[in-house]
């Protein structure tokens, strides 16, 4: 007990309030601002906190990472352009809710769900922190692998409309994951020479490029058309709340432990927990059919899920200082600065720390709610700008954060490709949500078939020795099994005769 009130004491010193705030305002622009990610700003705090105590240090970053996660929805319902990764699996759904006159319920529902999936995912890393990171400690790269291919078989229910073009752009993904050097050989390939090349395709710049450029370039080419903006009063935001609470609060339990699962699970984080709540979602929903179509159903499951993620990845990176996700690789990295080594020893050397580090979580998602509310009331203003002058504006932004994760013109070019490209896929019903989950896991997935493969000596039975990765295969397959069952003539449902 001493030690928590001693936490208490640490937390609400007006210095390290005012660092709170100040870092919650950070991390609200930084998210709502298309090209400028969670890890960006968390990235862009550490030269500030080296000049901290380790309590401001690490409140700077828990607030302006959780502001920016949900500060991701604001481009994404408004512009349909998502403001960080996490926010990407439903930004589709998100922009068709608003084009159908929803705004204010969307953002309603990604603001409250959000806080409520942040404050699920710090109960559990509080209470079941020892336990969830033992399980995912223990995974190996027999484990991942079937991990990878959970996720990757995702995609096909992800993507909306024809399957064959959802696996299409899944494979067009991996293909373009493959670029780089070959993590088992050491070789380039399809580097044709090109020395940036040798480090992959850097995602971010991806990101940017299928959703924001794709979407500039669609807006360039129907600006006359579309000059007319989306007219909407500025309304009461938590009107008909209630009744998405009582139908679906299934879903935002269901999205919340799925995030902080996945998110405790090492290498993984917000943006997959995201894509794979919004799988799950559409396949487990009463209507299917409306998914893609501005449906609240998978926003609820996808926005309690990337936002609970948060606590999960904290998990690893405390317990065992092994990091959820890239945010806290630079957590780690900032624990290290101050002298402190992440692992079990913390909670007996620092605990004051530790519980620190949890009331800040609390903190931070409850002044998520009016900071939010102020964020959405002032955005919504964007819709009022004209295309022409809003256009270039966000191309500005999304040239910056391209610019900064590489520090390179590199950077730039690829976000110009990559829009290109999602812009010419998308113009022939192609959807580029596979595609980046394929890009995000592939890497992944290729790794950790390789180093199965060696560990196993070459022999297949190895992936279902152990039984962890038994249970996770056995599910892959039968999750393979019923999609080529329901793909083959005699799989389909016949229709009712007349």
Not at 21 to 28: E, K, L, Q, T, V
Not at 92 to 107: N, V
Not at 121 to 132: K, Q, R, S
Not at 265 to 290: N, T
Request: net charge neutral; aromatic share 10%; with cysteine.
């Amino acid at each position: 007990m001493t030690a928590i009130a001693t936490a208490f004491g640490l937390v609400f010193d007006p210095y390290v309030l005012a660092v709170i705030m100040g870092s919650a305002i950070f991390g609200m622009f930084v998210g709502a601002m298309p090209g400028l990610t969670a890890t960006m700003a968390t990235a862009l705090l550490v030269p500030v906190t080296f000049f901290m105590s380790p309590v401001p240090a690490l409140g700077a970053i828990v607030t302006a990472t959780a502001m920016a996660i949900f500060a991701g929805d604001i481009p994404a319902a408004m512009l349909r352009m998502p403001g960080t990764p996490a926010s990407a699996a439903y930004a589709d759904e998100s922009y068709e809710m608003t084009k159908k006159g929803q705004l204010d319920l969307c953002m309603g529902v990604n603001l409250v769900f959000s806080v409520l999936g942040g404050i699920f995912g710090v109960i559990i890393l509080v209470v079941l922190a020892p336990v969830l990171a033992e399980v995912a400690i223990n995974f190996s790269s027999f484990e991942y692998f079937w991990l990878a291919c959970l996720g990757l078989t995702c995609a096909v229910f992800i993507g909306t409309g024809d399957p064959l073009k959802g696996l299409l752009s899944l494979f067009i993904g991996l293909a373009i994951g493959t670029i780089g050097i070959d993590p088992a050989a050491g070789q380039p390939r399809f580097t044709f020479g090109n020395v940036d090349l040798l480090s992959g395709i850097n995602f971010i710049p991806t990101l940017i490029g299928m959703f924001a450029v794709s979407e500039l370039l669609r807006g360039a080419v129907t600006m006359e058309k579309s000059g007319i903006m989306v007219k909407q009063a500025v309304g009461n935001m938590f009107a008909g709340l209630g009744a998405v609470t009582r139908k679906y609060w299934k879903n935002f339990i269901r999205g919340s432990v799925i995030g902080t699962v996945i998110g405790a699970l090492p290498g993984a984080g917000a943006d997959i927990a995201a894509w794979v709540s919004y799988a799950v979602s559409k396949k487990l929903s009463k209507e299917p059919e409306k998914f893609g179509t501005g449906h609240i159903e998978g926003i609820v499951d996808s926005t309690s899920a990337n936002n609970s993620a948060l606590g999960g990845a904290w998990i690893p990176a405390l317990v065992f200082g092994i990091p959820g996700d890239s945010i806290t690789a630079i957590v780690i990295g900032v624990l290290y600065m101050k002298g402190m080594n992440p692992g079990p020893t913390v909670f007996l050397q620092t605990p004051e720390l530790i519980y620190a580090v949890f009331i800040i979580f609390i903190l931070a998602n409850l002044l998520m709610f009016p900071l939010g509310w102020a964020a959405i009331k002032s955005a919504k203003q964007i819709l009022r700008v004209p295309r022409n002058i809003l256009l270039p504006i966000i191309l500005i932004f999304c040239m910056v954060g391209s610019f900064a994760m590489t520090n390179s013109l590199y950077g730039v070019v690829l976000m110009v490709v990559m829009g290109l490209f999602g812009w010419l896929l998308e113009e022939h019903g192609i959807p580029v949500a596979p595609l980046i989950l394929g890009l995000v896991l592939g890497e992944m997935l290729e790794q950790n078939f390789m180093s199965s493969m060696i560990k196993a000596n070459g022999s297949f039975i190895g992936f279902l020795d152990r039984p962890i990765a038994g249970t996770l295969g056995v599910l892959t397959m039968l999750l393979w099994g019923a999609m080529l069952w329901k793909a083959l003539p005699f799989g389909r449902r016949q229709p009712a005769a007349a």
